[in-house]
């Protein structure tokens, strides 16, 4: 009841103010929500937002007060979202292109920026073709129901993505998961699907909570030995791993090996929105005609396009960038573990610093805000029971000095809290 009042309060009850639907159902529909509200609450899993006053970056001016804030839990690897020359490209195709095309792709949604950035992407991969979607959660959604039928199988990463889960979900093929990162038990279940018109190995290149990377090399093995397709999804990858930032197909030398890659506009390539499939021509040639999230949504807004194509650019003219984050990643990595914790994953910029109880990773975050640091604490149902981290991720336009101010906030506020 407070709730409603807290409303009333806030609009004054005027002209403009929102209306509450009346009726019995609607006041059941209201009772039932306040009450899971409730339960999330009780649960200990609410999600609350900071709100941001200023530009994505490696320093950040929270609303009402704290100012110069350094904010490792962005997944702006590059730092290209606030990067002068990819805001420059957003606002020039918001000039030449405008807000947005009222249309989906197949009616009158194509600009010839959106071919340029499909074939700029799978240039980028060396790839036949790619197609883009709104995010690259529509481009999970849309493709495992375009592709498998119900002669088909589906082998799953447990950790997958929750897009990746619910992707497959939408479709009928036959579904199989198998223990994350487990070998022994992938090739169990393709032997099982041997039965089965076509089969594919679905996984993150690399897992965003444990910041630990695929086996590929070993999963494209067992397809190839078990005649499997091998689908990614590399939106913690596409940018910056692998010699050239490629992504984890080439860190491990399959790239010739990986028949499908999803990944995102929306981390390291300039951070806005947008998410793409990329692979083999007839593959893009079928999502255009079956896949309903690019059938049934709007297309990418101009300075979208902007922004991603022109991340892409630079990535393209040189890899010092992606150098530069690794090194940050490094040095992170080495002062934490020689300060005394440990750091799940090896080599990625997400560092989880586990530490077991989920409290103590919240009071930790909360702690290191009040020292300048914007981290957040994961706890069950996030992470599994008992394996509660805060998660700091490293980015190409942290400063030593940004990394070092962090390294000291948790080697402090981890002794307080009996951490370490
Ligand atoms: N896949 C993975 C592994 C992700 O981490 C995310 C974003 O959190 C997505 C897919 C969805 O990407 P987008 O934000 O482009 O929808």
């Known amino acids: 009841m ?4 807290a409303v009333r309060a806030r609009w004054g009850g005027g002209a403009g103010a929102p209306r509450a639907a009346s009726g019995a159902a609607a006041a059941q529909l209201r009772r039932w929500l306040e009450s899971e509200l409730e339960g999330i609450r009780g649960a200990g899993t609410w999600k609350s937002e900071r709100i941001i006053a200023s530009r994505q970056g490696p320093h950040l001016r ?8 350094i904010n490792f839990c962005a997944n702006n690897y590059l730092g290209l979202s606030s990067h002068p020359e990819v805001i420059r490209a957003a606002v020039e195709a918001l000039e030449k292109f405008g807000a947005g095309l009222s249309s989906v792709r197949f009616i009158c949604g194509t600009q010839s920026i959106h071919k340029d950035l499909e074939e700029k992407i799978a240039r980028f991969h060396q790839r036949e073709d790619a197609i883009l979607y709104a995010s690259c959660f529509d481009a999970n959604a849309g493709i ?6 119900p002669e088909d199988a589906v082998l799953s990463d447990e950790l997958n993505h929750a897009s990746i889960i619910d992707g497959i979900r939408l479709c009928k093929a036959n579904k199989y998961r198998y223990k994350h990162m487990d070998m022994q038990d992938l090739e169990a279940k393709l032997k099982e699907a041997q039965k089965y018109r076509l089969r594919l190995v679905a996984t993150d290149g690399a897992f965003s909570m444990d910041g630990d990377i695929a086996p590929l090399r070993e999963i494209c093995q067992l397809a190839q030995k078990y005649n499997a397709l091998v689908f990614i ?11 050239s930032g490629r992504g984890t197909d080439e860190l491990l030398g399959v790239m010739d090996k990986v028949t499908i890659i999803n990944s ?6 300039g951070g806005a929105a947008g998410g793409y499939t990329t692979g083999p ?13 690019y059938l049934f949504s709007n297309s990418l807004p101009p300075a979208v396009v902007g922004c991603a194509s022109k991340a892409l650019d630079l990535l393209m003219e040189s890899n010092a960038i992606a150098q530069s984050m690794a090194a940050k990643t490094q040095r992170f990595r080495s002062k934490m573990a020689a300060a005394g914790f440990t750091i799940s994953g090896k080599d990625h910029p997400i560092c989880p610093v586990m530490l077991g109880d989920a409290r103590l990773a919240s009071v930790m975050a909360e702690d290191m805000l009040n020292r300048g640091i914007y981290v957040i604490g994961f706890s069950y149902p996030v992470v599994p029971k008992g394996k509660a981290r805060i998660r700091v991720q490293i980015s190409a336009v942290h400063s030593d ?10 080697t402090e506020v981890g002794r307080k809290h009996g951490a370490l």
Do not use: N, Y
């Open 2 to 5: 407070w709730r409603v009042a």
């Open 233 to 243: 999804d590399e939106c913690h990858a596409t940018g910056f791993l692998g010699p």
């Open 401 to 410: 000095e940004d990394i070092d101010r962090c390294v000291e906030a948790f």
């Open 62 to 69: 929270l609303a009402g007060g704290g100012a110069g804030i």
């Open 264 to 269: 995102t506009l929306g981390k390291a390539l």
């Open 144 to 149: 495992f129901e375009a592709l498998l039928t």
């Open 281 to 293: 021509k007839p593959l893009i040639d079928l999502l255009r005609q079956r896949s309903r999230p």
